[in-house]
Protein backbone atom coordinates (compact mmCIF):
# COMPACT_ATOMS: atom_id res chain seq x y z
CA UNK A 1 0.00 0.00 0.00
CA UNK A 2 1.25 3.38 -1.12
CA UNK A 3 1.66 6.39 1.72
CA UNK A 4 -1.68 8.09 2.88
CA UNK A 5 -2.82 11.25 3.94
CA UNK A 6 -4.04 11.67 7.38
CA UNK A 7 -7.54 12.97 5.90
CA UNK A 8 -9.55 9.38 6.40
CA UNK A 9 -7.49 8.31 9.68
CA UNK A 10 -8.97 11.50 11.07
CA UNK A 11 -12.35 11.55 9.56
CA UNK A 12 -13.46 8.37 11.00
CA UNK A 13 -11.08 8.84 14.33
CA UNK A 14 -13.35 12.05 14.80
CA UNK A 15 -16.59 9.83 14.30
CA UNK A 16 -15.41 6.94 16.54
CA UNK A 17 -14.22 8.95 19.50
CA UNK A 18 -10.85 7.51 19.06
CA UNK A 19 -7.08 9.15 17.83
CA UNK A 20 -4.28 8.05 15.64
CA UNK A 21 -0.84 7.66 17.15
CA UNK A 22 1.79 10.23 15.69
CA UNK A 23 4.85 8.79 16.57
CA UNK A 24 8.34 10.42 15.98
CA UNK A 25 11.26 8.07 14.54
CA UNK A 26 14.62 9.16 13.43
CA UNK A 27 16.32 5.44 13.06
CA UNK A 28 15.44 1.88 12.04
CA UNK A 29 14.81 0.55 15.83
CA UNK A 30 12.31 2.76 16.38
CA UNK A 31 10.97 2.12 13.16
CA UNK A 32 10.26 -1.19 13.26
CA UNK A 33 8.90 -1.44 16.82
CA UNK A 34 6.51 1.22 16.10
CA UNK A 35 4.85 -0.90 12.82
CA UNK A 36 5.33 -3.90 14.15
CA UNK A 37 3.08 -2.99 16.93
CA UNK A 38 0.88 -1.22 14.93
CA UNK A 39 0.96 -4.63 11.93
CA UNK A 40 -0.20 -6.87 15.10
CA UNK A 41 -2.85 -4.51 16.28
CA UNK A 42 -3.92 -3.43 12.96
CA UNK A 43 -3.79 0.31 13.97
CA UNK A 44 -3.52 3.00 11.60
CA UNK A 45 -0.64 4.81 11.65
CA UNK A 46 1.48 8.10 11.68
CA UNK A 47 5.17 8.14 11.44
CA UNK A 48 6.40 11.86 11.88
CA UNK A 49 9.91 12.93 11.55
CA UNK A 50 11.16 16.48 12.79
CA UNK A 51 14.04 18.61 11.25
CA UNK A 52 16.53 17.46 13.61
CA UNK A 53 15.42 14.05 12.94
CA UNK A 54 15.69 14.50 9.23
CA UNK A 55 18.91 16.02 9.70
CA UNK A 56 20.26 13.23 11.92
CA UNK A 57 19.11 10.52 9.55
CA UNK A 58 18.83 12.28 6.38
CA UNK A 59 15.67 12.04 3.97
CA UNK A 60 16.76 9.47 1.42
CA UNK A 61 16.94 6.70 4.37
CA UNK A 62 14.26 7.99 6.59
CA UNK A 63 12.19 7.44 3.22
CA UNK A 64 13.51 4.43 2.83
CA UNK A 65 13.24 2.75 6.20
CA UNK A 66 8.80 4.00 5.75
CA UNK A 67 8.96 2.58 2.19
CA UNK A 68 10.10 -0.80 4.19
CA UNK A 69 7.76 -0.61 6.82
CA UNK A 70 4.67 -0.19 4.29
CA UNK A 71 5.94 -3.31 2.08
CA UNK A 72 6.06 -4.72 5.52
CA UNK A 73 3.12 -4.32 7.15
CA UNK A 74 0.23 -3.44 4.17
CA UNK A 75 -1.20 -0.97 6.80
CA UNK A 76 -1.95 2.56 6.10
CA UNK A 77 0.86 4.74 6.97
CA UNK A 78 0.78 8.58 6.51
CA UNK A 79 4.51 10.20 6.73
CA UNK A 80 4.19 13.55 8.51
CA UNK A 81 6.80 16.38 8.86
CA UNK A 82 6.65 17.44 12.90
CA UNK A 83 7.06 21.31 13.54
CA UNK A 84 7.85 22.75 10.20
CA UNK A 85 9.11 26.06 10.53
CA UNK A 86 9.74 27.00 6.92
CA UNK A 87 7.93 26.95 4.00
CA UNK A 88 11.44 25.83 2.61
CA UNK A 89 11.04 23.05 5.00
CA UNK A 90 7.75 21.92 3.94
CA UNK A 91 8.28 21.87 0.07
CA UNK A 92 10.85 20.01 0.47
CA UNK A 93 9.19 16.75 2.71
CA UNK A 94 6.55 17.81 -0.08
CA UNK A 95 8.49 17.23 -3.24
CA UNK A 96 10.58 14.58 -1.52
CA UNK A 97 7.08 11.84 -0.97
CA UNK A 98 5.78 13.42 2.46
CA UNK A 99 2.03 13.10 2.83
CA UNK A 100 1.86 15.40 5.43
CA UNK A 101 3.33 18.37 6.74
CA UNK A 102 3.16 20.54 10.22
CA UNK A 103 3.93 24.27 9.61
CA UNK A 104 4.52 25.72 12.65
CA UNK A 105 4.03 29.61 13.21
CA UNK A 106 2.53 29.48 16.52
CA UNK A 107 5.72 31.79 17.73
CA UNK A 108 4.59 34.59 14.92
CA UNK A 109 1.71 37.02 15.66
CA UNK A 110 -1.34 35.88 14.26
CA UNK A 111 -1.46 37.60 10.97
CA UNK A 112 2.08 36.54 10.26
CA UNK A 113 1.14 33.17 11.44
CA UNK A 114 -1.50 33.18 8.50
CA UNK A 115 0.06 34.58 5.62
CA UNK A 116 2.81 31.37 6.27
CA UNK A 117 0.50 28.58 6.88
CA UNK A 118 -1.79 29.93 3.92
CA UNK A 119 1.48 29.31 1.90
CA UNK A 120 1.96 26.03 2.89
CA UNK A 121 -1.43 24.62 2.33
CA UNK A 122 -1.90 26.26 -1.17
CA UNK A 123 1.86 24.37 -1.84
CA UNK A 124 0.78 20.98 -0.05
CA UNK A 125 -2.76 20.66 -1.68
CA UNK A 126 -1.75 21.36 -5.20
CA UNK A 127 0.54 18.00 -4.53
CA UNK A 128 -1.91 16.44 -3.06
CA UNK A 129 -0.31 16.72 0.37
CA UNK A 130 -2.10 17.57 4.09
CA UNK A 131 -0.99 20.26 6.98
CA UNK A 132 -1.44 20.86 10.33
CA UNK A 133 -1.12 24.27 11.44
CA UNK A 134 -0.62 25.20 15.13
CA UNK A 135 -2.00 28.11 17.07
CA UNK A 136 -1.04 28.83 20.99
CA UNK A 137 2.34 27.89 22.63
CA UNK A 138 3.23 25.02 24.40
CA UNK A 139 5.46 24.92 27.03
CA UNK A 140 8.75 22.67 26.98
CA UNK A 141 11.48 22.64 24.34
CA UNK A 142 10.98 22.25 20.80
CA UNK A 143 13.67 21.54 18.64
CA UNK A 144 16.33 24.27 18.99
CA UNK A 145 13.66 26.52 20.00
CA UNK A 146 13.36 26.80 23.86
CA UNK A 147 9.61 28.51 24.41
CA UNK A 148 10.02 29.23 28.36
CA UNK A 149 6.60 28.29 30.82
CA UNK A 150 6.36 32.04 31.40
CA UNK A 151 5.64 32.44 26.90
CA UNK A 152 3.24 29.35 26.88
CA UNK A 153 -0.02 30.65 25.66
CA UNK A 154 -2.89 29.06 25.90
CA UNK A 155 -4.69 28.47 21.88
CA UNK A 156 -7.52 31.46 22.08
CA UNK A 157 -10.55 29.77 21.07
CA UNK A 158 -11.87 32.92 19.60
CA UNK A 159 -9.16 32.67 16.60
CA UNK A 160 -9.56 29.11 15.62
CA UNK A 161 -12.23 30.02 13.29
CA UNK A 162 -10.54 32.90 11.35
CA UNK A 163 -7.12 31.03 11.49
CA UNK A 164 -8.70 27.88 10.28
CA UNK A 165 -11.27 29.53 7.39
CA UNK A 166 -8.10 31.89 5.91
CA UNK A 167 -5.60 29.18 5.54
CA UNK A 168 -7.05 26.56 4.70
CA UNK A 169 -5.24 23.80 6.99
CA UNK A 170 -6.51 20.34 7.15
CA UNK A 171 -5.83 20.05 11.51
CA UNK A 172 -4.85 22.47 14.05
CA UNK A 173 -2.12 21.81 16.99
CA UNK A 174 -3.72 23.65 20.13
CA UNK A 175 -2.03 24.25 23.48
CA UNK A 176 -4.27 23.47 26.28
CA UNK A 177 -1.16 22.78 28.85
CA UNK A 178 0.95 20.08 27.65
CA UNK A 179 4.41 20.35 26.35
CA UNK A 180 7.33 18.89 25.00
CA UNK A 181 9.82 16.68 27.06
CA UNK A 182 9.63 14.66 29.85
CA UNK A 183 9.27 17.41 32.66
CA UNK A 184 5.58 18.08 31.52
CA UNK A 185 3.53 19.54 35.10
CA UNK A 186 5.66 20.95 37.99
CA UNK A 187 2.55 20.00 40.55
CA UNK A 188 -0.53 17.70 39.52
CA UNK A 189 -1.17 17.53 35.79
CA UNK A 190 -3.98 19.65 34.65
CA UNK A 191 -4.96 20.38 31.46
CA UNK A 192 -7.76 22.67 29.89
CA UNK A 193 -10.56 21.04 28.23
CA UNK A 194 -12.74 24.05 28.59
CA UNK A 195 -10.70 25.28 25.85
CA UNK A 196 -10.33 22.05 24.11
CA UNK A 197 -14.32 22.02 24.62
CA UNK A 198 -14.86 25.75 23.13
CA UNK A 199 -12.52 25.07 19.78
CA UNK A 200 -14.89 22.06 19.26
CA UNK A 201 -17.82 24.46 19.55
CA UNK A 202 -16.26 26.56 17.09
CA UNK A 203 -14.72 23.80 14.55
CA UNK A 204 -17.51 20.96 14.40
CA UNK A 205 -16.23 18.05 12.55
CA UNK A 206 -12.94 19.42 12.43
CA UNK A 207 -9.46 17.26 13.66
CA UNK A 208 -7.79 18.51 16.53
CA UNK A 209 -3.70 17.49 16.86
CA UNK A 210 -2.32 17.31 20.69
CA UNK A 211 1.40 17.37 21.09
CA UNK A 212 3.64 16.82 24.23
CA UNK A 213 1.07 14.13 24.78
CA UNK A 214 3.80 11.57 26.37
CA UNK A 215 2.45 10.12 29.60
CA UNK A 216 6.22 9.85 30.93
CA UNK A 217 5.89 6.15 32.33
CA UNK A 218 7.36 5.80 35.92
CA UNK A 219 8.12 2.31 35.07
CA UNK A 220 10.76 3.48 32.36
CA UNK A 221 11.56 6.44 34.62
CA UNK A 222 12.45 4.36 37.52
CA UNK A 223 14.78 2.03 35.53
CA UNK A 224 16.75 5.34 34.18
CA UNK A 225 16.93 6.25 38.02
CA UNK A 226 18.34 2.74 39.06
CA UNK A 227 20.52 2.17 36.12
CA UNK A 228 22.77 5.13 36.67
CA UNK A 229 20.48 8.10 35.44
CA UNK A 230 18.59 11.31 37.13
CA UNK A 231 15.42 12.39 36.08
CA UNK A 232 14.13 13.61 39.73
CA UNK A 233 10.35 15.32 38.94
CA UNK A 234 9.63 13.40 35.48
CA UNK A 235 6.08 13.98 34.73
CA UNK A 236 3.85 13.40 31.88
CA UNK A 237 0.24 13.28 30.55
CA UNK A 238 -1.96 10.66 32.60
CA UNK A 239 -3.15 8.39 30.16
CA UNK A 240 -7.29 8.74 31.21
CA UNK A 241 -6.30 12.46 30.23
CA UNK A 242 -5.47 11.52 27.00
CA UNK A 243 -8.55 8.87 26.36
CA UNK A 244 -10.67 11.69 26.91
CA UNK A 245 -8.71 13.87 24.88
CA UNK A 246 -9.17 11.42 22.47
CA UNK A 247 -13.14 10.84 22.94
CA UNK A 248 -13.37 14.60 21.95
CA UNK A 249 -12.45 16.66 19.02
CA UNK A 250 -8.41 15.17 19.75
CA UNK A 251 -7.80 12.68 16.41
CA UNK A 252 -3.86 13.11 16.22
CA UNK A 253 -1.77 12.38 19.72
CA UNK A 254 1.84 12.97 19.47
CA UNK A 255 4.59 10.79 21.30
CA UNK A 256 8.03 11.06 21.16
CA UNK A 257 9.48 11.24 24.68
CA UNK A 258 7.97 7.93 25.58
CA UNK A 259 9.80 6.32 22.88
CA UNK A 260 13.10 8.30 23.69
CA UNK A 261 12.81 6.74 27.50
CA UNK A 262 11.76 3.32 26.63
CA UNK A 263 14.46 3.18 24.50
CA UNK A 264 17.04 4.36 26.96
CA UNK A 265 15.79 2.56 29.87
CA UNK A 266 16.08 -0.74 28.10
CA UNK A 267 19.68 0.34 27.09
CA UNK A 268 20.78 1.16 30.62
CA UNK A 269 19.64 -1.42 32.37
CA UNK A 270 20.78 -3.84 29.47
CA UNK A 271 24.81 -2.26 29.66
CA UNK A 272 24.11 -2.03 33.75
CA UNK A 273 23.51 -6.39 33.94
CA UNK A 274 25.79 -7.02 30.76
CA UNK A 275 28.99 -4.69 31.62
CA UNK A 276 31.33 -6.65 29.02
CA UNK A 277 28.45 -7.27 25.99
CA UNK A 278 29.66 -4.43 23.64
CA UNK A 279 27.56 -6.05 20.14
CA UNK A 280 24.60 -3.18 19.28
CA UNK A 281 22.22 -5.92 18.26
CA UNK A 282 22.05 -7.23 21.99
CA UNK A 283 20.80 -3.96 23.04
CA UNK A 284 18.60 -2.45 20.77
CA UNK A 285 16.91 -5.55 20.18
CA UNK A 286 15.48 -5.25 23.37
CA UNK A 287 15.17 -1.38 22.72
CA UNK A 288 13.46 -2.19 19.98
CA UNK A 289 11.20 -4.76 21.71
CA UNK A 290 9.99 -2.11 24.65
CA UNK A 291 9.07 0.11 22.01
CA UNK A 292 6.84 -2.15 20.81
CA UNK A 293 5.31 -2.95 23.54
CA UNK A 294 4.85 0.29 24.46
CA UNK A 295 3.50 1.43 21.47
CA UNK A 296 1.00 -1.40 21.33
CA UNK A 297 -0.24 -0.52 24.83
CA UNK A 298 -0.72 2.78 23.58
CA UNK A 299 -2.61 1.58 20.44
CA UNK A 300 -5.27 -0.47 23.00
CA UNK A 301 -5.30 1.54 25.54
CA UNK A 302 -5.13 5.21 24.98
CA UNK A 303 -5.66 5.52 21.62
CA UNK A 304 -8.43 2.78 20.70
CA UNK A 305 -7.40 2.89 17.08
CA UNK A 306 -6.48 -0.79 17.21
CA UNK A 307 -8.59 -2.66 14.65
CA UNK A 308 -9.34 0.84 12.82
CA UNK A 309 -6.83 -0.09 9.88
O1 LIG B 1 8.20 18.08 19.30
C1 LIG B 1 9.34 17.70 19.31
C2 LIG B 1 9.69 16.29 19.03
O2 LIG B 1 9.80 15.58 20.23
C3 LIG B 1 10.93 16.20 18.17
O3 LIG B 1 12.07 16.46 18.91
O4 LIG B 1 13.34 18.07 17.48
O5 LIG B 1 14.48 16.69 19.25
O6 LIG B 1 13.66 15.62 17.15
P1 LIG B 1 13.50 16.74 18.14
P1 LIG C 1 6.36 14.46 23.81
O1 LIG C 1 7.63 15.13 24.15
O2 LIG C 1 5.36 14.57 24.93
O3 LIG C 1 6.54 13.05 23.38
O4 LIG C 1 5.70 15.25 22.56
C1 LIG C 1 6.07 14.93 21.24
C2 LIG C 1 5.55 15.92 20.27
O5 LIG C 1 4.67 16.72 20.51
C3 LIG C 1 6.14 15.88 18.91
O6 LIG C 1 5.67 16.91 18.11
ZN1 LIG D 1 5.23 18.72 19.10
Known amino acids: MPLVTSTDMFARAYEGGYAIGAFNVNNMEIVQGITEAAKEEKAPLILQVSAG ?9 LMKLVEAALEDTNLPICLHLDHGDTFELCKSCIDGGFTSVMIDGSHLPFQENIQLTKRVCDYAHAHGVVVEGELGRLAGIEDAVNVSEEDAAFTKPEEVEEFVQKTGVDSLAIAIGTSHGAFK ?4 PRLRF ?3 EEVQKKLPGFPIVLHGASSVIPEYVDMINKFGGSMPGAQGVPEEMLRKAASMAVCKINIDSDLRLAMTATIRKYHAENPSHFDPRQYLGPARAAIKELVRNKLIHVLGCNGKA
Open 53 to 61: ARKYASHTY
Open 185 to 188: FKGK
Open 194 to 196: DIL
